[in-house]
């Protein structure tokens, strides 16, 4: 764990999104990993102190 940085979402969270929007699970099981990489590397981007 580190403290303030997201390392991952809830992946049985977001299938169930998936699900709940109509999307099939096979392609959201093959789509979510690498949403999940871009989505954390810049949400930790944004995290960042300015002068950093």
Not at 15 to 40: F, H, K, S
């Amino acid at each position: 764990m580190l403290p303030g940085a997201v390392v991952g979402w809830d992946l049985s969270a977001a299938l169930a999104l998936g699900d709940a929007l109509g999307v099939p699970p096979l392609a959201t099981a093959e789509l979510l990993p690498v949403i999940e990489a871009v989505m954390v590397a810049k949400y930790n981007e944004q995290m960042e102190p300015a002068d950093g």
